[in-house]
């Protein structure tokens, strides 16, 4: 077997500090079962998962326990986030106390301005960001595909950003692939995930071959007929992703192109 052939399909990057092989970020929600979650991680073969704070603190007379006493066991990355808050100062706290609960001080930023598509509040995301920075949090902050609100969060010290593709949970897919590709180009050596908004496995291969770093998804797989068919889909998707954009995507063209040269073809087939 040659040296290419031996090669990994998912060689190692860093985010935050740690060194991975996987580019795929899956959420802990709306599995049909803990176990089902469990057979969906553990396939997928993420090594971060997000956490909601108030989902993992909430009553034990549910799942809850149970899917959080799993994650911990499978020894994986915890991205805890602050879902839920409408505000700085909310999602502030929040971050804090998920800090001392799950020892972390890895934090997914989300501040929701709007309940109509729930779109995050540029505004108190920065302000959120710039004070959690502060306090040594490392902040991976949901934000829509805006480039001047990217810079902002660059500005107060994020080192990762996390676009989104199109609304949380719509299965839109990348609703402006431009504006992605526009905070790519200006950020190049920024940490890029896309969050929200993925809804099929050729989304996710999109987005990594516009050089995404990474994904972030929950519903399209914890909501699909077989969640763990479809874990096993996206880490696909995202290898191949990644896989195309470092061999160097072909330009697209206007008009067509022989894959097969004139030169040297028999010359009865020049005559068909």
Not at 46 to 57: D, F, G, K, N, P
Not at 129 to 138: H, Q, S
């Amino acid at each position: 077997m040659n040296d290419v052939n031996k090669k990994e399909t998912n060689e190692s990057w860093e985010i935050a500090g740690k060194t991975l092989s996987s580019r795929l970020l899956i959420g802990s929600a709306l599995y049909p079962s803990p176990s089902c979650m469990e057979d969906a991680i553990t396939i997928s073969k993420s090594q971060i998962v997000t956490v909601s704070l108030r989902r993992a603190t909430a009553g034990e007379n549910n799942d809850n326990k149970q899917s959080w006493n799993i994650i911990k066991d499978l020894g994986l990355n915890i991205l805890p986030n602050t879902a839920g808050s409408h505000s700085a100062k909310e999602a502030i706290t929040t971050a804090r106390i998920a800090r001392e609960a799950f020892g972390t001080n890895w934090i997914k930023l989300e501040v929701i301005g709007d309940q109509y598509n729930l779109q995050p509040d540029p505004f108190e995301t920065v302000k959120a960001a710039e004070v959690l920075i502060k306090e040594g949090f490392e902040v991976f902050p949901y934000t829509t595909d805006d480039l001047v609100v990217s810079k902002r969060l660059v500005d107060v010290g994020c080192k990762i950003l996390m676009p989104w593709g199109s609304m949380i949970g719509s299965g839109k897919g990348l609703m402006n692939p431009d504006n992605l590709k526009a905070i790519r180009n200006y950020f190049p050596k920024l940490q890029l995930i896309i969050d929200a908004g993925i809804g099929k496995p050729s989304h996710a291969s999109q987005a990594m071959e516009l050089g995404y770093d990474g994904i972030l998804l929950n519903s399209a797989i914890a909501l699909s007929q077989d969640p763990i068919k479809m874990a096993n889909a996206f880490r696909l998707a995202v290898e191949a992703g990644r896989l195309a954009y470092e061999a160097g995507i072909m330009q697209e063209r206007e008009f067509a192109n022989p894959s097969t040269p004139i030169v040297g073809t028999p010359f009865w087939h020049q005559f068909d």
